[in-house]
């Protein structure tokens, strides 16, 4: 898998894998939440912590396009124990379905895909 993302790692976690999910509004969120999270990592933009508050307890990881470890989706992240990477900028943004690895262990969060 070669780097595809990097940005600001929320705590330090191992990596983990998962299919990604592109989440663009509340409906996706609720068609997640009947089909099941386990094992996705959800891209999201510029989203609140409510936005994904049903699915926490089950995602593999979240990547935030906008934002830093101190916004809301990042500190409710840090407290539920999902691997998170804010502000992250693709080199090559991963199509939906596509097998990803987040990997917080570093000093930067990385994406691999």
């Known amino acids: 898998m070669n780097e595809i993302g990097r940005g600001q790692k929320v705590f330090d976690v191992a990596p983990v894998s998962g299919e990604i999910r592109h989440l663009e509004g509340s409906g996706e969120v609720l068609d997640l939440l009947d089909e099941g999270a386990a094992g996705i990592i959800v891209v999201v933009r510029d989203a609140g ?19 830093t470890m101190r916004s809301h989706i990042g500190i409710v992240t840090r407290e539920f ?3 998170c990477i804010m502000g992250c900028e693709f080199s090559r943004l991963p199509e939906h379905g596509a097998t990803v690895e987040l990997d917080c262990s570093g000093v930067e969060g990385i994406v691999r895909g």
Do not use: K, S
Request: aromatic share 10%.
């Open 49 to 67: 912590a409510t936005f994904l508050a049903p699915l926490y307890h089950d995602l593999a990881g979240v990547i935030c396009t906008a934002g």
């Open 81 to 83: 124990g999902v691997p």
